[in-house]
């Protein structure tokens, strides 16, 4: 690439990122804290279930509805609630805009696909959290799994399911280990130790969540395949695989510890990230 075209590349990077209006930018960073909040909690939980101390394994939901069940804890689960609207909000303003990065138009669109199926997670979070705290009077429903079960080619669609699961499992594990994620660091702002401890906090937790990643999608791909294997289909449901191998519960502590320091890593986004890199 020429300098000319490196300059008007960079120019345009620019300009989509100021696009952006500086209060979903703040609620987005409010979103990074939210997500890490939950994501601690999860570790938390299964800390505490494999140290068998009453504690059990559990999804970001889980995490949530426990949090609601404590004394003032609809006040904790409304603020995580509006932080992972505005979580899922920035993806979705990620996914119209495109990554900043990326000079593929294959990246391009992949990374596009990622980032709103990410903001409709967490959109969907975001209304399971309310649900918590507000007056409800839904029964329960069947998985998802077991509804697209259902369908037409319906294994062969939750096996594709699994195979993107492990993928981002494995990008995400790729992610820990180049440390590619410093660049979205605003490392001007940042001293030496708060550079180092994110490092290490996003190597570990990135690694940890993406295992979990590809322990969930491989699972998955089996229940697509194996009508009588049940598989609970989020984090918990990984967890709880992970619990049952042998030296499972030393295996979920480490994973759990590792989803803490993913959250602590989450923290450290919503306070240093560069919101003008997508």
């Known amino acids: 690439m020429s300098d000319k075209n490196m300059k008007e590349t960079v120019k345009n990077k620019a300009d989509k990122a100021t696009d952006v209006k500086p209060w979903l930018r703040g609620m987005a960073r409010f979103g990074y804290l939210s997500k890490g909040v939950v994501y601690i909690l999860v570790g938390v939980l299964s800390v505490l279930s494999a140290v068998g101390v009453g504690g059990k394994t559990t999804d970001t939901s889980g995490a949530i509805a426990s949090v609601a069940s404590?004394?003032?804890?609809?006040?904790?689960?409304?603020?995580?609630?509006?932080?992972?609207?505005?979580?899922?909000?920035?993806?979705?303003?990620?996914?119209?805009?495109?990554?900043?990065?990326?000079?593929?138009?294959?990246?391009?669109?992949?990374?596009?696909?990622?980032?709103?199926?990410?903001?409709?997670?967490?959109?969907?979070?975001?209304?399971?959290?309310?649900?918590?705290?507000?007056?409800?009077?839904?029964?329960?429903?069947?998985?998802?799994?077991?509804?697209?079960?259902?369908?037409?080619?319906?294994?062969?669609?939750?096996?594709?399911?699994?195979?993107?699961?492990?993928?981002?499992?494995?990008?995400?594990?790729?992610?820990?280990?180049?440390?590619?994620?410093?660049?979205k660091f605003k490392l001007s702002e940042m001293n030496n130790r708060e550079i180092n401890l994110g490092k290490k906090v996003g190597r570990i937790g990135l690694f940890a969540r993406g295992l979990t990643f590809v322990v969930l999608g491989i699972f998955v791909i089996m229940t697509g395949f194996t009508s009588h294997l049940q598989v609970k289909a989020g984090l918990d449901g990984a967890l709880q695989k992970i619990a049952q191998q042998p030296f499972g519960q030393w295996m979920l502590g480490i994973v759990a510890i590792g989803l803490i320091l993913y959250g602590v890593f989450q923290l450290m986004k919503g306070k240093n990230r560069n919101m003008s890199i997508y």
Not at 122 to 131: G, Q, V
Not at 136 to 164: D, F, H, K, Q
């Open 70 to 183: 404590k004394p003032f804890g609809n006040v904790v689960v409304w603020l995580v609630a509006i932080g992972l609207v505005g979580y899922g909000a920035w993806k979705l303003v990620q996914a119209a805009k495109g990554p900043s990065q990326e000079d593929s138009k294959l990246k391009d669109v992949m990374m596009r696909i990622t980032f709103l199926v990410s903001g409709i997670i967490y959109l969907s979070l975001a209304y399971k959290s309310f649900k918590n705290v507000l007056p409800s009077n839904s029964s329960g429903s069947s998985s998802w799994l077991s509804t697209i079960l259902e369908m037409p080619l319906g294994e062969w669609i939750v096996a594709l399911i699994g195979l993107i699961i492990v993928v981002v499992g494995i990008r995400e594990i790729y992610n820990g280990y180049t440390q590619k994620f410093v660049k």
